[in-house]
């Protein structure tokens, strides 16, 4: 009796486990027929829409869900396995985006799908005037605008940009070419971008250049079609302006001897340096006091004008009025190194130009200065155009020296 009980135990615990088996079964059968299906909306740029956007999914003729995209710009929903057509909604104006509505589908085995959304040009355009032409020109922003385009010829947009920063505009591998032109009231008819990729230009925009007194600064963007006749022309805030020469800060030289300011002894004469001699032909020595003396520290003391009575230059305080004594350095590539001003330096020997004639000892402060703002003016390059060494019909003087030639501002004690 004992033994047919627990034969009818352990049977009875037999069928629930097979019971329990089979629901699990059957609810393994039902998950199987479910999937989450997503959508997802982003910019040209592949930034997510996070508003405005509805997302409607249809199984053919019957819409099977809506839903207002999330803050990831998706939309998800669990729906029984199958074909789905997904079309897009608008809380605004349809008519201000762009997307491409043919093969937007889901399946049992594709379960996810993107749309990359576009804007329109809605904004009336503008006529520019191009080399005797008349364009319409209409605006874009961040981000991405489907825009249309006549094959063979180029057409001209606007971006007015809001906040300061580095822009790189794109249009695809479907059209020619892509250029900065400027600005509206001087439309150029050659690229002036700052950097050329292979599809993009990249321009810098200054904080100066949002909300001047003239108004925020506009850039023309022109894009060549080839063969296309629409593109999405797309426009990304890539990181902050990039620094420029202008923007560095300047290095204001030092000097290393104390100023003295000098009076010719009664009876002093000063002779010129003659910077046609050959390299070797003057030897400058440097004394204690830091005062340079012809052939050595006992000889000759050499002098520097610093007015009006400097052949082939006007004085240094002119060129202070004007534009500062200064010099730019580069390396050998073109690249950027550092300015240094010059010009704190030399106020303090100007104060004393009347009482002093303008003349004052070479010291090693006076040489450097007078190298290096030459060789940044171009005073001592024979190509340049602001070339010191020419004659009053233009021409230039035979014979100088180039490597002496800085002593033109320079006298000895004769």
């Not at 479910?34 to 996070?50: C, F, H, I, K, R």
């Not at 925020?216 to 902050?240: H, K, M, N, P, Q």
């Not at 130009?353 to 703002?373: A, H, V």
Request: glycine share 8%; aromatic share 10%.
């Amino acid at each position: 009796m004992k033994n047919l009980k627990k034969s009818a135990a352990l049977v009875l615990t037999v069928l629930l486990c097979v019971a329990m088996l089979a629901a699990c079964g059957d609810q393994a059968a039902a998950g199987g027929k479910e999937a989450d299906y997503q959508v997802s909306v982003v910019d040209a740029l592949g930034n997510p829409y996070t508003e405005g956007i509805i997302v409607r999914i249809l199984s053919g003729d019957e819409q099977v869900a809506m839903q207002v995209v999330d803050a990831a710009g998706t939309v998800t929903k669990t729906l029984a396995k199958g074909d789905y057509t997904v079309e897009l909604m608008f809380t605004g104006d349809a008519s201000e985006y762009y997307y491409e509505q043919e093969g937007l589908t889901l399946s049992a085995d594709q379960t996810s799908l993107e749309i990359v959304l576009a804007h329109t040009p809605t904004a009336e355009p503008q006529t520019l005037y191009v080399d005797g032409q008349e364009f319409q020109a209409y605006p874009v922003s961040v981000g991405g605008t489907y825009v249309s385009l006549t094959p063979g010829e180029r057409s001209y947009f606007l971006f007015t940009p809001t906040m300061a920063g580095t822009y790189e505009f794109s249009a695809g591998d479907e059209v020619e070419q892509i250029g900065y032109y400027g600005a509206p009231h001087f439309v150029q008819t050659t690229n002036v971008a700052e950097e050329v990729t292979e599809n993009s230009v990249i321009i810098s925009v200054k904080a100066a250049m949002i909300g001047t007194d003239g108004g925020t600064s506009v850039y023309v963007i022109g894009v060549d079609a080839g063969t296309a006749e629409s593109c999405i022309l797309t426009v990304e805030r890539t990181g902050e302006p990039k620094r420029t020469m202008e923007d560095e800060p300047w290095t204001v030289y030092a000097p290393t001897v104390e100023l003295t300011p000098y009076v010719l002894p009664s009876g002093a004469s000063v002779k010129e340096f003659d910077i046609t001699a050959a390299t070797g032909t003057y030897e400058l020595v440097l004394d204690d006091a830091g005062w340079y003396h012809l052939d050595s520290a006992d000889g000759p003391l050499v002098l520097v004008s610093l007015g009006t009575d400097v052949k082939y230059l006007d004085c240094f305080k002119t060129i202070l009025d004007h534009t500062g004594v200064n010099r730019y350095f580069l390396d050998e590539d073109g690249n950027f190194l550092k300015k240094e001003s010059y010009t704190e330096c030399l106020m303090e020997y100007l104060e004393y130009m009347d009482e002093n004639s303008g003349y004052y000892p070479l010291t090693e402060d006076l040489k450097y200065i007078i190298q290096n703002e030459g060789a940044d003016s171009g005073w001592f390059d024979p190509n340049g155009s602001m070339y010191l060494f020419m004659d009053d019909n233009g021409n230039l003087v035979p014979g100088i020296n180039n490597e002496i030639s800085w002593l033109f501002m320079c006298r000895y004690i004769a």
